[in-house]
Nanobody, 117 residues
Framework: QVQLVESGGGLVQAGGSLRLSCATS??????MGWFRQASGKEREFVAS????????DYADSVKGRFAISRDTSKNTVTLQMNFLKPEDTAVYYC????????????WGQGTQVTVSL
């Protein structure tokens, strides 16, 4: 059974940092991704990490600012977000992925990230 529980969101000023975590079960062999959905917009890919943590992929908009990692012993996926911008404001979701950028269809409740000026 797939379970995904995101945490770590909050309100931060532009230029600040947040660290999102996703507690998982049932997805240990999947590539895991972070996706986000801003109000009034479609959900979009942010970053992904391979099943063993060795391979990562990033959207151009976050490359160099965000870092995804995975702890296979704890079944957690983490997204370190630095130099946050107001346009990063969204609900963030972790999800198993097909390939590196396509969500498989399982979703958690998400965690809200709000970046103020």
């Amino acid at each position: 059974q797939v379970q995904l529980v995101e945490s770590g969101g909050g309100l931060v000023q532009a230029g600040g940092s947040l660290r999102l975590s996703c507690a998982t079960s049932g997805v240990s062999t999947y590539t895991m991704g972070w996706f986000r959905q801003a109000s009034g917009k479609e959900r979009e890919f942010v970053a992904s990490v391979g099943w063993n943590g060795a391979r990562t992929d990033y959207a151009d908009s976050v490359k160099g600012r965000f870092a995804i990692s995975r702890d296979t012993s704890k079944n957690t996926v983490t997204l370190q977000m630095n130099f946050l911008k107001p346009e990063d404001t969204a609900v963030y979701y972790c999800a198993p992925s097909v390939g590196t950028r396509n969500p498989y269809g399982y979703w958690g409740q998400g965690t809200q990230v709000t970046v103020s000026l």
